[in-house]
Structure formats: C-alpha cells, structure tokens
C-alpha cells in the first residue's frame, strides 16, 4: 500500500535550520508530483511546496519563498525539503502528499517547532 513517511523534525531556534526527509513506498514515486503540507495548531492544512515529477519545476508559498527549498531523488523514493531562516510562525505539523497541491494522500506528518 502507498506510505509516505516523514522525518527530520524537532525544535529548531528563530534563525535555524531543518531538513525534512519523506520515505515514499507502495507506488511509483518518479511518475508523482510531491507536494509538502503544513498544519499550524489550531489552523487548517496550508500547502508550502510542490515539485513536478523530475524535479525540473517547483512552487512555494509566498511565506517561505526564497528559504525554504524542495527536491526529490526519484532513485531512492525520497523527497526533502530544507529550511532556512525559520521563524516561529513556521510551527507546525508538516506533510509529505502526493500529487500536485493534493493532500489527500500524506504521511503521519512530523512536528516542526521554532521557538527560542
């Protein structure tokens, strides 16, 4: 069955940084577009980055354009996004999802909290 699962989470300080990992099985992961996903407390899914099935294009939301940054290995069925310059508005649960701007199939998520 399709899984996708993220790592790389944890507590990072204003002005930090973090690399998220997601672990795709269960489908063919280079014939995707992937997308990531956030969920803020007490907010609704936002969706952060996309990017097309070779890596070639790639989309952010205005809020994290320019430090957060989107790649996939279509080799190792692995999809990353770093993040730079976080800010403590940039807590929450984030989401690997397959498919363009599509959260329909994610992972369990992994808890990003910025905090000093």
């Known amino acids: 069955q399709v899984q996708l699962v993220e790592s790389g989470g944890g507590l990072a300080q204003p002005g930090g940084s973090l690399r998220l990992s997601c672990a795709a099985s269960?489908?063919?992961?280079?014939?995707?577009?992937m997308n990531w996903a956030r969920q803020a407390p007490g907010k609704g899914l936002e969706g952060v980055s996309s990017i097309t099935t070779d890596g070639s294009l790639t989309e952010y939301a205005n809020s994290v354009k320019g430090r957060f940054t989107v790649s996939r290995d279509n080799a190792k069925n692995t999809l990353c996004l770093q993040m730079n310059s976080l800010k403590p508005e940039n807590t929450a649960v984030y989401y690997c999802?397959?498919?363009?701007?599509?959260?329909?199939?994610r992972g369990q998520g992994t808890q990003v909290t910025v905090a000093s």
């Open positions: 999802a397959r498919g363009y701007r599509d959260t329909s199939v």
């Open positions: 269960g489908f063919t992961f280079s014939s995707y577009p």
